[in-house]
């Protein structure tokens, strides 16, 4: 399985971007996952093969996650970015479930299994 990323760049606050992530092989979940140099890898988004969705609570209303009908595409659409949102961006993958103790879709890192390389998101 490979997970690419790609559509990093740098932006201005208040602007958009949208992250690709290539991915090969079966996947029950895949997700976004961001990380600063000297901090813990933070779930951004996630979501489950029937297309269930999660988010952390610093994203939610700005950022959407989706997947295209083959699931070969995740993607991450990020809307009113704030400088506080620079990061290397990763996504990843499962061929386990990815949820909570509520049942609804987790944004755990701890639960998905393998990751691609990430692309850097800088607001500035």
């Known amino acids: 399985v490979q997970l690419v990323e790609s559509g990093g760049g740098s932006v201005r606050p208040g602007g958009s971007l949208r992250l690709s992530c290539a991915v090969s092989?079966?996947?029950?979940?895949m997700g976004w996952f961001r990380q600063v140099p000297g901090k813990e890898r933070e779930g951004v988004a996630a979501?489950?093969?029937?297309?269930?969705?999660g988010y952390g609570e610093s994203v939610k209303g700005r950022f959407t996650i989706s997947q295209d009908s083959s699931r070969a595409t995740l993607r991450l659409e990020m809307n009113d970015l704030k400088p506080e949102d620079t990061a290397m961006y990763y996504c990843?993958?499962?061929?386990?479930?990815?949820?909570?103790?509520?049942?609804?879709?987790?944004?755990?890192?701890?639960?998905?299994?393998?990751w691609g390389q990430g692309t850097q998101v800088t607001v500035s």
């Open positions: 990843a993958r499962t061929n386990g479930d990815c949820y909570g103790p509520s049942g609804y879709v987790s944004v755990e890192p701890r639960m998905f299994s393998e």
């Open positions: 092989g079966y996947s029950y979940c």
């Open positions: 979501i489950d093969k029937y297309g269930s969705v």
